[in-house]
C-alpha cells in the first residue's frame, strides 16, 4: 500500500486470443486509487512517471449487473476500453470491452 491508500497490482502471465494457436505472454501494472466516491484505475506498465490514467470506477446502477463501472470510456486512438467490477466472496472480477477499429476484445480478469 502507498501513501495515498493505493494499491499496485503487478500482473503478468499468458492468454490466448480466440482463434490463434498460441499465447502470447503478458505483464501489466495497475495502480488501484480509491477516492471519495470512486477507485481511479492507472496503468503504470512504463513506471509511475509514465502513468496512464485509465478511468474512474463509480457505483454501478443495479440493474447494470456490477457493483462498479468505468465512468467513460478510455480512449486509446480510436479504441474505447471499458470496464466493469463484481465484488466476489474471495475478491473481484474485473471485465474489460475494448472496441474499435483495431480492437474488439473481451477480457475476463479474476483477482483472489
Not at 44 to 71: K, M, N, P
Not at 80 to 97: C, P, S, V
Amino acid at each position: 500500500m502507498h501513501a495515498d491508500n493505493s494499491l499496485t497490482f503487478l500482473e503478468s502471465g499468458r492468454f490466448r486470443p480466440e482463434g490463434a494457436a498460441e499465447s502470447i505472454a503478458f505483464h501489466n501494472v495497475f495502480r488501484w486509487t480509491p477516492q471519495a466516491d470512486t477507485i481511479v484505475l492507472s496503468h503504470e506498465r512504463r513506471g509511475i512517471d509514465a502513468a496512464v490514467w485509465l478511468f474512474d470506477l463509480v457505483t454501478a446502477d443495479h440493474e447494470q449487473g456490477c457493483d462498479l463501472i468505468s465512468r467513460e470510456a478510455h480512449l486509446c486512438g480510436n479504441d474505447r476500453y471499458q470496464a466493469r467490477l463484481t465484488f466476489m466472496a474471495q475478491g473481484f472480477d474485473l471485465e474489460w470491452t475494448i472496441q474499435g477499429p483495431r480492437k474488439d476484445e473481451h477480457l475476463h480478469y479474476r483477482y483472489r
